[in-house]
């Protein structure tokens, strides 16, 4: 049950945010904006992509889209509300979820470069369990203030602040090919907390992030819109999937974990197979483990659907042309 203790603490948190959100935005709108606000709801989905220390493509690893790796497509579903005081600004409250992956096996093998993630053969998977607030700017709108006219297709950029839960999980494979995954957190494979590393300190598995990007959106009708949008998540761990810093010297497992746990993680820590290196079998304490440099992150490609509640017109002109053109009740 604990596993999902924090999935569960994170969604009661999401609720209580969004209950809190539109209670006193419905309190304080007409002091804020001298008008009423109209609110959007609605839901959204499609691929999300890792870019971390683990897998990647051909060159040197790195943390942008060149190491991006289609075969772990994951997919993302999503909820949000959206509030609009203005036709040209809007802020969204919003709750994800998603799964994320890397595996060192997978890269193409053009070069020595490649041959050292592959020899050093680690994986992880993990939920991610997201929610953030974020501002949308439709410039647009923004510049076309006095005009009645109001565009069907609005592209948009978005900005905010958000929290996500994530907890990384790597696998070990038995001699009949079947493989088992255990959660690398507690085990503290770079010796995370241990006083004969203080360079290594202990991650948390629920962390801020700042998601950003840009959107296009399309109003099907008065009250239905779909948008396409790229969301990109700046995180300030390098720990989604366990690997950051160096290999340690695998003795003090057994010093600080239980039996059980140490030979999990002597096994987890180091999964080195002897490509460059024939015969190795384990990297000298010391060793560079994964990239010091940046930072894990995750973005997503996703299709949104959206429902405007309450009055749906934004102008006294939009208001006369949908009662000109209102079907007669009697022909």
């Not at 009661?12 to 935005?25: D, E, K």
């Not at 190795?280 to 959206?306: E, I, W």
Request: net charge positive; with cysteine.
């Amino acid at each position: 049950m604990k596993p999902n203790l924090p999935k569960l603490v994170g969604k009661s948190l999401i609720a209580l945010l969004i209950c809190f959100f539109v209670h006193t935005t419905s309190n304080a709108q007409a002091l804020l904006f001298g008008e009423k606000v109209k609110w959007e709801v609605g839901f959204n989905f499609g691929p999300s992509f890792f870019l971390g220390d683990l897998g990647g493509n051909s060159g040197k690893g790195t943390n942008n889209l060149k190491d991006m790796n289609f075969e772990f497509t994951k997919f993302m579903k999503g909820v949000f509300v959206t509030v609009y005081p203005k036709n040209w600004i809007g802020l969204r409250l919003a709750a994800d979820y998603t799964y994320l992956e890397g595996d060192d096996g997978i890269i193409n093998t053009t070069g020595i470069d490649e041959l050292w993630r592959k020899q050093r053969n680690l994986d992880f998977k993990t939920n991610v369990l997201e929610g953030y607030l974020a501002i949308e700017i439709f410039p647009t709108m923004l510049f076309n203030r006095n005009s009645e006219y109001e565009p069907r297709l609005r592209p948009y950029a978005l900005g905010g602040i958000g929290v996500f839960h994530f907890n990384p999980q790597g696998s070990l494979t038995d001699a009949a090919g079947n493989k088992s995954w255990y959660y690398l957190h507690p085990l503290r494979l770079e010796g995370q907390g241990m006083p004969e590393y203080p360079y290594s300190k202990p991650y948390k598995l629920t962390q801020m992030n700042i998601p950003f990007g840009a959107g296009l959106k399309y109003f099907a009708s008065d009250r239905i819109n779909v948008s396409m949008e790229l969301l990109y998540r700046k995180t300030f761990t390098d720990y989604i999937d366990d690997v950051s810093q160096r290999y340690i010297d695998p003795s003090y497992y057994s010093k600080y974990l239980t039996t059980q746990e140490a030979t999990l993680a002597y096994k987890l820590s180091d999964k080195a197979k002897g490509i460059i290196w024939p015969g190795m079998t384990r990297y000298p304490a010391g060793t560079q483990r994964g990239d010091l440099k940046d930072s894990d992150t995750y973005f997503s490609l996703v299709v949104k659907a959206g429902i405007r509640l309450g009055p749906i017109y934004e102008s006294s002109f939009a208001r006369r042309a949908a009662r000109q053109t209102r079907c007669p009740a009697v022909y």
